[in-house]
């Protein structure tokens, strides 16, 4: 079995003038690192279905290429 989970979190600074928010994803337990080896920081991948789905087929071992496309009827 694989588990998946999409943590949510949210953040504001000690004044309160600024707010952040985001979702980690995690594959078994592990956090996993954003797909794109030159972004260090992952806390918003889980927010993207196509960089949730290449975050954990990549830990998986598969090459990926994820393609987004929009349809307008």
Do not use: F, Q, R
């Given at each position: 079995m694989?588990?998946?989970?999409?943590?949510?979190?949210?953040?504001?600074?000690?004044?309160?003038?600024?707010?952040?928010?985001?979702?980690?994803i995690?594959?078994?337990?592990?956090?996993?690192?954003?797909?794109?080896?030159?972004?260090?920081?992952?806390?918003?991948?889980?927010?993207?279905?196509?960089?949730?789905?290449?975050?954990?087929?990549?830990?998986?071992?598969?090459?990926v290429?994820?393609?987004?496309?929009?349809?307008n009827?």
């Open positions: 694989v588990k998946i989970t999409i943590e949510e979190w949210d953040y504001t600074c000690t004044d309160g003038c600024c707010t952040d928010y985001g979702a980690t995690y594959l078994n337990g592990k956090e996993l690192p954003h797909p794109n080896p030159e972004i260090i920081h992952n806390g918003y991948v889980g927010m993207d279905v196509g960089l949730s789905i290449e975050a954990v087929l990549k830990e998986l071992g598969y090459e290429e994820i393609e987004n496309t929009y349809k009827d």
